[in-house]
Structure formats: C-alpha cells, structure tokens
C-alpha cells in the first residue's frame, strides 16, 4: 500500500536542531507537508487543529508526561504515533504501545528509513482501528443478544409461549414498527423493568 506524499505530518519536538534532522529527512523521502509544534504547552489543541495525517514525536528520552499526552493525544485524534527515541527499557516501549503509538523507534531516526516507517506506522494504525471497530461491533452483537433472550423469557413468562413463539412475536412486531428486533426486545425489558 502506497502512503500519500502529500499526507499532513505534525512532528512534535521542542529542540529546533533536531527538527531540521527530521524534517530533511521526511522530505528527502517524499514527504513535502510538514508542520512543526514546538510547544508541548497546548499540545492537545494544536494537534486537534491542525488534523495531521500521522504525528510524529522526536525526543531524547521520553518521560511520563510526554506518554500521558501521546496517550490524550491518540483518544482525541486518534491518527498513528511515530516516536522517535535514543534509548528506552521495556517499560517505556510498554507505556507507549498503551498510549497508542504506532511505531517506536529506538536510536533516533535515520533518513533513510523514514519512508518505511511511517508505511508500517499508519498500516498498523489502520489495522488495529479496524480490529477496535470489529470488537466494537460484536459487543454490540453480544449486548443486542442478550437483550432479545431476556425480552423472549418476558415473553414467555407473560403469555406462556415457547421460544421459537416469543421470538416470532418479536419478529413480527419489528416488521409491524419497521424497527431492529433489538430495538422491540429493549422495549419490552424497559418496560418489564419499570412494571416490577
């Protein structure tokens, strides 16, 4: 899969040398749309303007509060985290898989690994947000599930039906209000709920 060169890419990094290592680099592959943010006061804010494509973050050494906010940072606007590092124990490189950083690169970057990088960053980060959304999904699924087999055992409770005939009733009054079978069946335990 191809990255577009014209992506937005915010990299977060306070020292100014470092920044011209970095953004050499990003254009030297390609990489034409960068901004800097200078500033870690605000950061929230002014990565939640400008909507980058992928964020980079360039230090030393990162600490806790840098972590706190790439984890903010990956809720509010989640896009994918590349951080670039010089050294790090496991711990660190744990807290910052957890707080949604996509790639962590210890030993700073290289310009001629750039490209490759940021490809493997934003194909994870598409990849795990279509894993959150599946996961999502069937907790739905599951939720919807157990909300109809309680609304079925009102039902039966109520009218002394079977399954199969509790459910056909759930059925056909969806089809009748045009409304998920879930939908009724949260009716029905709503109302079973208020009645008790």
Known sequence: ?????NMKIAVIDDDPTRFIVVENGLREAGYTNVIHIKERVGLLQ???????????IDLG???????EQAFHMSRIVPRPVVMFVDDADMETISTAVDA?????????LKKERVKGILQEAVLRFRAFAAMKGEIA????QLEERKTIERAKG??????GLTEDEAYQVLKKQSMAMNKKISEIAAAIVMTSDMLK
Do not use: C, F, H, Q
């Open 100 to 108: 949604g950083v996509s790639a962590y690169i210890v030993d700073g």
């Open 137 to 140: 999904s069937l907790r739905t």
């Open 154 to 159: 009102i039902l039966m409770e109520a009218k």
């Open 61 to 67: 050494n990162p600490n806790r509060d840098v972590l």
């Open 1 to 5: 899969m191809v990255i577009e060169a």
């Open 46 to 56: 002014a990565v939640n303007a400008l909507m980058p494509d992928v964020i980079i």
